[in-house]
């Protein structure tokens, strides 16, 4: 949770750009998604998928969270960036996008 405050200022940030941010919740009930969701303001999708659901298994996800930056095709082009390294990651796939 430590996160989303950077989050949700990267999100505002490159709000008219093709870009998304989803989330995969690993809480035991989906209720508390929701309230999590309230209290934290977060705008952007989030998943339930549980403590052992498909998305943490096919993404062998052991740890949480865990941070996979996809380019526009689906490629993982970076994992477990944080802060300024993931603001870099998000602004240099942009900027490929963009044809910069």
């Known amino acids: 949770m430590a ?6 200022s990267l999100v505002k940030k490159v709000e008219s750009k093709p870009f ?11 209720e508390t998604l929701k309230k999590t969701q309230e209290d934290k303001e977060i705008t952007w999708r989030s998943f339930f998928d549980g ?3 498909p998305i943490g298994k096919e993404w062998r996800i052991e ?5 996979y930056v996809l380019d526009a ?5 970076y994992k477990e960036v944080r802060g300024e390294d993931m ?5 240099t796939l942009i900027k490929e996008l963009e044809g910069k």
Do not use: T
């Open 51 to 53: 403590r052992e659901g």
């Open 87 to 91: 603001d870099k990651a998000v602004d």
């Open 73 to 77: 095709k689906g490629v993982i082009r």
């Open 3 to 8: 996160m989303v405050p950077h989050e949700r």
């Open 63 to 67: 740890a949480l969270p865990s941070i």
């Open 20 to 30: 998304a941010l989803l989330g995969v919740d690993a809480d035991e009930k989906q």
